[in-house]
């Protein structure tokens, strides 16, 4: 049985991204670096990763594409041990509420549990969050629910819309700004629908640009302005569109200097071919072997541009 990748993982006090792994009943992780060599090649067909920590019962096939790794019955399985799920109403864990912002005008309402810190956060790319409240799950959950119906604020944002603005983000004050501005109207919402089990958290900007690697990009594109830290280590390619794998094949390869990673990307320097992002969830599944030795950086496998533009087909 050979090592299963189970995606990045942003494990709560660590300075970046690790990658985790599975055999059998066994895990690990790897820990990644900005700067460094990164690479893999895909063999043999991609199976269903499973679901809660267990593996399909069927080894079932799954696309190539899927951002889920997951066959129907596993994925149903998951699913319904989400917290998004509600199926647990007497959960007696305390929940946090958030708020966080991926770019320009989209800023979400979210939940996490209290014990994971802010781990939730790095797994959607959230670029700068701040704390809203903490309290019982179906008081958490009734705060998203008026956030949504009295400020219009949506519980979810296309990943895609994320992916598309990272390299060019306002500066540090611009985006701690847009949250500030929105937890101000949230707290004005006490006594007006807010939940009276929710005890309300002070506002706190937290920014992850520097440990996703996006502070150089960030920094070029406006100025650091106040309170900005600059950054030590690679910078982002800019020269050239971005470009996205859209699938992994057998046999194919990705392999790069690894420059920048946010929620389950990581951003790949791929020379040549310029800045490609390889979204972890897709090689879930796949049995993987070192690619990319001595340097050698490029991508054989069908690519998207970011924002926009077709897909290559097949291998190039």
């Known amino acids: 049985m050979d090592w299963q990748c189970t995606g990045l993982r942003w494990p709560e006090g660590s300075d970046g991204p690790a990658l985790g792994w599975r055999k059998g009943a066994r895990t690990r992780v790897s820990v990644l670096a900005y700067g460094t060599e990164f690479g893999f090649r895909t063999s043999g067909e991609r199976r269903c990763s499973g679901a809660r920590g267990n593996a399909c019962p069927l080894g079932a096939v799954v696309p190539?594409?899927?951002t889920g790794g997951r066959c129907p019955e596993c994925g149903r399985l998951d699913r319904a041990h989400s917290v998004a799920a509600d199926t647990i109403p007497d959960d007696p864990r305390t929940y946090r509420v958030y708020l966080a912002w991926f770019g320009p005008g989209m800023?979400?309402?979210?939940?996490?549990g209290e014990e994971r810190g802010a781990a939730r956060l790095r797994e959607q790319g959230a670029v700068v969050f701040s704390w809203l409240g903490r309290g019982p799950l179906m008081a958490a959950r009734r705060a998203e629910e008026v956030l949504r119906a009295a400020l219009g604020v949506p519980d979810r944002i296309p990943y895609a819309r994320k992916r598309e603005v990272r390299a060019a983000l306002p500066d540090p004050v611009e985006r701690a700004g847009e949250v500030a501005e929105l937890y101000g109207k949230a707290a004005a919402l006490e006594g007006g629908g807010w939940p009276e089990a929710l005890e309300r958290l002070p506002f706190a900007a937290v920014d992850h640009a520097e440990v996703f690697g996006l502070g150089e990009a960030a920094s070029r594109t406006k100025g650091a302005g106040p309170g900005a830290t600059a950054r030590s280590g690679p910078a982002i390619p800019r020269s050239g569109p971005v470009r996205a794998v859209a699938g992994l094949v057998d046999g194919g390869a990705v392999a790069g200097r690894l420059v920048a990673a946010a929620g389950p990307d990581l951003h790949l320097d791929a020379g040549p071919q310029g800045l490609v992002i390889v979204d972890t969830r897709m090689m879930t599944g796949w049995t993987?072997?070192?690619?990319?030795?001595?340097?050698?950086?490029?991508?054989?496998?069908?690519?998207?541009?970011?924002?926009?533009?077709?897909?290559?087909?097949?291998?190039?």
């Open 64 to 66: 190539a594409g899927s």
């Open 107 to 112: 800023v979400k309402v979210g939940i996490t």
């Open 288 to 316: 993987l072997t070192a690619a990319g030795a001595g340097g050698a950086a490029g991508v054989s496998v069908p690519t998207v541009v970011v924002g926009g533009g077709a897909a290559q087909d097949g291998l190039f």
